[in-house]
């Protein structure tokens, strides 16, 4: 079992900046086999993909709408993930979640955009981006 704990989320201006830490615990041996991703969800909506990063950090993925602003990056040495959120917007306001999964496919390790193809989740942090 897989333990995450997010932090970093806090109340920013529009344009300001926060970077987001999750922190993994338990079977973190095997961690640095897990794609890792930042999921949102916004009071009424659903949650949403926001960015993933692959086992070795090699690749990454974004959602259009934070493509150039956010960065994910991991620490398999610290067992954490971060988030950097730069040119914050009101509409990044959500609970922010960490999630990992390990998905293969043929033989290939997947990095997937969907809720479904993850297997643990953090309790999520709260971001408000106030205009």
């Known amino acids: 079992q897989v333990q995450l704990l997010e932090s970093g989320g806090a109340l920013v201006q529009a344009g300001g900046s926060l970077r987001l830490s999750c922190q993994a615990s338990?079977?973190?041996?095997?961690?640095?086999?897990?794609?890792m991703a930042w999921f949102r969800q916004a009071p009424g909506k659903e949650r949403e993909f926001v960015a993933a990063?692959?086992?070795?950090?090699?690749?990454?993925h974004y959602r259009d709408s934070v493509e150039g602003r956010f960065t994910i990056s991991r620490d398999n040495a610290k067992n954490t993930v971060y988030l950097l959120m730069n040119s914050l917007k009101p509409e990044d306001t959500a609970v922010y979640y960490c999630?990992?999964?390990?998905?293969?496919?043929?033989?290939?390790?997947?990095?997937?955009?969907?809720?479904?193809?993850?297997?643990?989740w953090g309790q999520g942090t709260q971001v408000t981006v106030s205009s």
């Open positions: 999630a990992a999964g390990y998905r293969v496919v043929q033989g290939i390790v997947i990095l997937g955009r969907d809720p479904d193809e993850y297997d643990f």
């Open positions: 338990g079977r973190t041996l095997t961690l640095s086999r897990y794609s």
């Open positions: 990063i692959s086992w070795s950090g090699g690749t990454t």
